[in-house]
Every structure is written in structure tokens, then in C-alpha cells.
């Protein structure tokens, strides 16, 4: 949202004009509204600087925009704002950073703050358009990763509350996930600002190594965080059994800990018969790939979570020289290789495993199921796992922040593939935002009352704040729940 602010300063100013009590309008904003983890001197947990860095948000310019638009809504009489709780914005779930945050968007005004809800329980939220029901999550409920233990959350909670210190709390890491960003993700976006536009973190990181092997520190980092994640999974207590965790069910969930998750590398990179054009780029079965390694050694993290890892340590530099010595042509093919994800994964109905694995814990009778998380804006019919009947609609409203598309023309293009290789290699995140594979989709999901029944659709926010559809192949972004 902070790349465009004045985007939805103008969406807010549009979707007010008709706002009134007998023309009620629910702004839900389905998590990560801040980013505490991309903030200088990012912890995984830091609920003494929340409260301070809100009020530095609100006040910086590219956030201004931002405030001022929610302020122009809550305004109106029949307006609701509902925020839902992510996972880089856990502090606000503190009360105290609640109460902050409500008061700024209200400007201290009780009517305006009555139209605020605040869903930080960890629960989604419910609520019914027309007779349409609908829930939204976040959608990091089953991720291992980045899963939150609203257990830990509410006791931290109530000690800060009531005893104004929780030795619980500093001791606290959120999830796996949230050190590999602090201690990983945040070091690496100064030299190569791409990471934070390419998703899944897996490919990025592939996509990483491959440009700049003097990082490949991070595939280990990687790996231990999903090794984390699966150790704390089977530590999770009885009540969380239909989640998965990403903390012990006694005491703090843990910060990834290399004595606890040691591993051992893959054999290929045991293997001294290799060659450095091998390594870099060859075949799956027989050699090791960059791009195909760090795939390989992240998806492994189950069956290598109990093995050591000390092969890894010896390996990184050998790779690093034989890749600093290769030709630059090896280094754009393992860079497709790393790539290729992207360009398979861009169609609204092609649900990824995180959004099928959401959609199988979700039991109740939903007509419509929103989530974020993911940054991949989807609009997919749910159906039953077991018999396939449809059970409804999931609609995933990506990111607001911006992404880096990659198409199959380009990666089949050795010229234009060439000119994406001289850009990841940039400093410069300006020239990628400005770049042809840069795409900043601002997607809200629209339910309102028709004629028909309630009037479903996935819509893009243009320059001047209007709704628009969104640019797709055949593709449809429209349904109507009788």
C-alpha cells in the first residue's frame, strides 16, 4: 500500500460519495496493513518499538495518503472499517498498539472510532452480504512457516496488560518465518531489492543465489526455517491440532536454532567429480543446478530435519568461486530454471497448495472465502476435496505492494531474457518498478446486493481510484450467489 497511497487515497474519496446509513459500505483490510519486519532495526517480535513506529508510519509521506483516505471514510455515517490481523503486523494485536492505531485512523473522534473493528484474534472474520456468507483470513492459518500461536499472542497480551512485563514475551519469536525475514530477507534487499517483490521466498532465493553466490548462506537459512517449522509442527499442543504451528506448545515458540535443526547437504554437493558448469546448470538426476538445489534442499526439509548440516558450511564458498569463475550464460539458464514458477502460476483459477490447504480447513458453510498472504490474486470456484462439489467461491486479493511478473515470452527470449538478468542485478529498485515485468495490480474484491443475488467480483484500483476490471486472458473475475 505504501507504493500507492495516493491511489487509495482516491479510492477511498470515490467509494465515500455513496456511503450512507441506508447504503452501508464494509472496508475490510484482510491483514499485514503494516509492516513492522521491513522497518530498520526489524526484530522478530518488538512490542516495545510498536507504538513509536505507528506513529512514524502515519507520519511519513507515503503513508499519508493512506490515512488520510481511511479518515475520509470513517467520516461518513454507515461506514464500517474491519481489520484483520497478519503476520508482519502482529503488534497491533497489543492493546495498547490497538488503541494507537484506532485513534490515529479515527483522529481521536469516538463516533469515528465506534466504525472501526479490530479481528485480531486469529479467528477470520464473518459477515453476511445479502444472503451471502462470507469469511476472511489472512491466510498464513496453514502455513507452517509463518503460522501464529494466538495462544502465546493473548498470553503475552495479558501479562503486558496486566503486569506491564512478560519475560514470555521477550523471549518470543512469532515463527520461523519472521526470523528468516529479520535475519535473512532484510540483509539482502539492500543489494538486490527484487527479493521483496518475488514471491514464493523459495524461487526468490533461487533466483538470489543464482546472481549473487556470495548469499548462498540463505538456502541454509531457508531450510532451517522450514525445518523449524516442521519441529514445532509436531510439538503443537492438542488445541491446535487443525492448524498447523510454528511454536512448542510449552514455553516460547523458538527462533530457528542450528544445534536443534542441523541437517546434511545433498550428496551432490559431496560429489568432487562435478564440474563448475555442472554445478551451476546440469542435470537434475546427475549433477546440481543452483536454481534446482535450493528448490531441492527447501522441499526436503522433512526427511533431512534430523540430519546434520555441516556439509552445507563447506560447500557454500567452493560454490561461490566455481560460480564466480562460470560463464554468464550458465548463470541466465539457472536463472530461468529459478524463474520458471513464475510464469506458470499467474492464472486466477490455478489455486497454489498454500491456498488449497486453507481451503481444506475451512469446514464451514461459506459462500465466498477471502484470504491475502500469498501476494497471487485468485478467483477459483471451492469445491469439496472428497467429491469435488462446488461448495462456493475463494477469492485471494494478492498485494497491494507490487510484484515482479515474469512471462513465458521472456523467458524463452534470449535478448529480452537478458535485459530481466542486467535489471535483478540493479540496485536500483526504482528501474524495477519501472520495468516491463513490474506490475502493481492495487486488487480489491467487490460484494454488493444485485438483482440476481449478491454480485461477486475480483477488481483492480486504476490511477484515479475507480474500480476497473483487471487485464485477463479469458479468464473470469465475476460470479452471482443466487
Not at 23 to 51: H, Q, S
Not at 180 to 201: C, E, G
Not at 342 to 366: I, P, R, T
Not at 452 to 480: F, H, I, M, R
Amino acid at each position: 500500500m505504501f507504493s500507492a497511497g495516493e491511489r487509495f487515497e482516491r479510492f477511498c474519496e470515490n467509494i465515500s460519495r455513496d456511503i450512507c446509513y441506508e447504503n452501508p459500505t464494509l472496508l475490510l483490510i484482510n491483514g499485514d496493513f503494516v509492516d513492522f519486519l521491513a522497518e530498520p532495526g526489524a526484530r522478530c517480535w518488538n512490542p516495545a518499538r510498536a507504538k513509536d513506529w505507528l506513529r512514524e508510519l502515519f507520519g511519513r509521506q507515503a503513508f499519508e495518503p493512506v490515512l488520510n483516505g481511511l479518515r475520509r471514510f470513517l467520516s461518513c455515517d454507515g461506514a464500517q472499517l474491519t481489520i484483520v490481523l497478519g503476520n508482519h503486523d502482529l503488534e497491533l494485536a497489543l492493546t495498547e498498539v490497538t488503541e494507537t492505531l484506532t485513534g490515529m485512523l479515527a483522529n481521536n473522534d469516538p463516533l469515528r472510532r465506534s466504525r472501526i473493528e479490530t479481528i485480531f484474534d486469529g479467528c477470520g472474520y464473518r459477515f453476511q452480504v445479502g444472503n451471502a456468507k462470507a469469511l476472511a483470513a489472512h491466510g498464513n492459518e496453514t502455513d507452517g512457516n509463518n503460522f501464529t500461536r494466538f495462544d502465546e499472542l493473548r498470553r503475552i497480551n495479558y501479562e503486558l496488560r496486566i503486569h506491564n512485563e512478560s519475560a514470555f514475551s521477550d523471549a518470543w519469536c512469532p515463527s520461523a518465518g519472521a526470523a528468516f525475514v529479520v535475519d535473512a530477507v532484510n540483509k539482502v534487499k539492500r543489494n538486490l531489492p527484487f527479493v521483496d517483490l518475488l514471491k514464493p521466498d523459495e524461487a526468490a532465493v533461487s533466483a538470489i543465489v543464482t546472481l549473487a553466490p556470495q548469499y548462498l548462506s540463505l538456502a541454509q537459512q531457508l531450510a532451517e526455517m522450514k525445518a523449524a517449522s516442521i519441529v514445532n509442527d509436531l510439538r503443537r499442543p492438542a488445541s491446535e491440532l487443525r492448524f498447523l504451528s510454528s511454536g512448542a506448545d510449552v514455553g516460547p515458540s523458538a527462533k530457528p536454532d542450528r544445534l536443534a535443526i542441523e541437517r546434511r547437504a545433498t550428496e551432490y554437493v559431496r560429489n568432487p567429480n562435478l564440474s563448475p558448469d555442472d554445478l551451476i546448470y546440469g542435470d537434475w538426476e546427475g549433477t546440481l543446478g543452483v536454481g534446482e538445489w535450493i528448490s531441492r534442499l527447501s522441499n526436503s526439509a522433512t526427511d533431512l530435519a534430523n540430519e546434520g548440516i555441516s556439509w552445507i558450511d563447506k560447500a557454500g564458498n567452493w560454490v561461490g568461486d566455481q560460480v564466480d569463475q562460470s560463464k554468464r550464460k550458465f548463470q541466465l539458464r539457472a536463472l530461468r530454471s529459478a524463474l520458471h514458477p513464475y510464469a506458470a502460476v499467474n492464472k486466477l483459477a490455478q489455486l497454489s497448495s498454500s491456498d488449497e490447504d486453507l481451503l481444506k480447513m475451512v469446514k464451514g458453510s461459506y459462500d465466498v472465502v477471502f484470504a491475502g498472504h500469498t501476494h497471487a490474486r485468485r478467483f477459483a470456484q471451492r469445491r469439496s476435496p472428497t467429491s469435488g462439489k462446488t461448495l462456493g467461491w475463494y477469492i485471494n486479493t494478492g498485494t497491494w505492494a507490487g510484484l515482479m511478473s515474469v512471462d513465458h515470452a521472456t523467458l524463452q527470449n534470449d535478448d529480452r531474457f537478458g535485459e530481466l538478468y542486467d535489471l535483478l542485478r540493479q540496485r536500483d529498485r526504482n528501474a524495477l518498478q519501472q520495468s516491463r515485468w513490474f506490475r502493481n495490480e492495487c486488487t480489491v474484491a467487490v460484494m454488493q446486493t444485485g438483482y440476481a443475488g449478491c454480485e461477486l467480483s475480483l477488481k483492480e484500483v486504476d490511477e484515479q481510484g475507480n474500480l476497473v476490471d483487471p487485464e485477463l486472458a479469458g479468464e473470469s473475475n465475476q460470479a452471482v450467489i443466487a
